[in-house]
């Protein structure tokens, strides 16, 4: 999910390409770096926000066909990639530019930014610094030479995270105070309507801190990303709660009631087509859109509920609901919690599609698999994750693994997301 800006190449004089290759040249004989700024770029994957990339820019357009991975090295970081670009991003393919994007692994433990310990929520700064081991190629002919000190990032960029706008709403009928993340379509047009999605985080991702929701996995930030964007655009709304919000007594404090609130003055505000509004949640979130949904029948068209439960003698009003559940067989509460709702809610008339899936497969088998369960036309379905294929490997497979990496796995399915928004009241 990198993100792409268009970029327009505006021409240069051959008097202003003298001008910087004699730049380029002059500095070389100083022995100086070329390097004029790093910036450090960060991407959310399913298990949090991560430091993925460099971005360093040079004095001098780079010749990409002749840039090497070896040519840099981050201290404590594994190189992936290297590429030169036009934009401060990273790409799919590299193309002569004065920015030179080092792509680094997720996997490497200095990766990540956003974690949980215990109870305890962290947030790393993103932070590395970078060393030209090598000779890199200026378009010019230029040689720059390899440097001897590593450079340190100096700014940060969030893709996707960074695209969302933070407010504060305070809520007149219940007096409650909620921040909150909004994704406005880029090009938002007030001609036209759009479909909003609702995230709901986690217990796990409570804080004062309004971007939270926003760095702890995929859940409010894929709907965003430019592929989705490209084919559903849409409003995306992430809440973030500073106290838990719904308990194991199936019950919902007021800021239930203050979300729903900010949903309607939001389409109040904007060109939000009503018929289209969708809700999504993980674990407390899940329990949030169960709720919800109980309570404000016929507001949402559809729902994803992950690794969530509720009391099932009150999910009765789900019945004509169009839903689609996934849970992980590993998981101690929610995966008995969704069969007892599931089985009420086909002794109420619902017709409900099920499936074990497994958690370890590729995007094509994934995609197969939804649309199997499309093809049975039920407005509900109830996808299982198989017990030992959700943990990843290092992590305990336990309740609790399984029930946090069902959300890690469920909002990287592309058919579920394009699901949702085939819905419509």
């Known amino acids: 999910m990198h993100s792409r800006r268009n970029f327009l190449a505006i021409g240069l004089r051959v008097g202003a390409v003298m001008v910087l290759a004699s730049a380029c040249v002059a500095r070389a004989a100083s022995d100086t770096t070329h390097i004029k700024a790093v910036t450090a770029i960060t991407q959310v994957f399913g298990d949090g926000q991560k430091l993925s990339a460099l971005g360093v820019e040079y004095d001098c357009e780079i010749d990409n066909s002749r840039l090497l991975a070896s040519a840099f090295e981050v201290p404590g970081r594994t190189v992936l990639r290297v590429y030169a670009n036009t934009v401060n991003s990273p790409a799919m393919q590299g193309r002569d530019g004065k920015y030179v994007i080092v792509e680094l692994s997720p996997n490497d433990p200095a990766a990540v930014l956003y974690a949980r310990e215990r109870r305890t929520l962290i947030r790393k700064k993103a932070t590395a610094s970078v060393l030209q081991a090598g000779t890199v190629h200026a378009t010019d002919g230029t040689l720059l030479a390899a440097g001897a000190t590593p450079v340190a990032s100096q700014s ?4 996707i995270v960074d695209d969302f706008r933070q407010f504060e709403y305070k ?6 105070l909620l921040k909150y993340n909004l994704f406005i379509p880029r090009n938002y047009d007030k001609n036209k309507s759009y479909p909003l999605v609702l995230f709901m985080h986690d217990a796990g991702a409570t804080s004062t801190e309004v971007e939270t929701t926003l760095v702890q996995g995929l859940g409010a930030v894929v709907w965003a990303s430019p592929a989705d964007q490209a084919r559903h655009e849409a409003f995306v709304l992430a809440p973030q709660y500073s106290t838990q919000v719904v308990n194991d007594d199936s019950e919902a404090s007021s800021y239930l009631e203050t979300t729903v609130d900010l949903l309607e003055a939001l389409a109040g ?5 009503r018929n289209r509004l969708y809700a999504t949640g993980q674990s407390g979130g899940a329990m949030m859109s169960i709720a919800m949904n109980i309570k404000y029948p016929g507001l949402f068209a559809a729902s994803f509920i992950v690794a969530g439960q509720w009391d099932p003698q009150k999910v009765q009003p789900l019945a004509g609901d169009k839903l689609w559940i996934m849970v992980s067989e590993g998981d101690l509460k929610a995966y008995p919690g969704e069969n007892a709702i599931t089985a009420q809610l086909e002794r109420h008339g619902a017709k409900i599609s099920r499936a074990v899936w497994n958690g370890d497969a590729s995007p094509g088998q994934f995609a197969l698999a939804v649309q199997a369960m499309k093809d049975e036309g039920n407005a509900i379905n109830y ?10 490997p290092g992590q305990d497979d336990n309740g609790g693994g399984n029930h946090t990496n069902t959300w890690r796995i469920a909002y990287n399915i592309d058919g579920i997301r394009d699901w949702i928004f085939q819905q419509h009241k």
Request: no cysteine; charged share 30%; hydrophobic share 30%.
């Open 156 to 159: 940060v960029r969030n893709l």
């Open 171 to 176: 809520d007149p009928k219940t007096g409650d």
């Open 269 to 273: 505000t904007y060109r939000i087509d």
């Open 383 to 392: 996808v299982m994750l198989k017990k030992g294929t959700v943990v990843p």
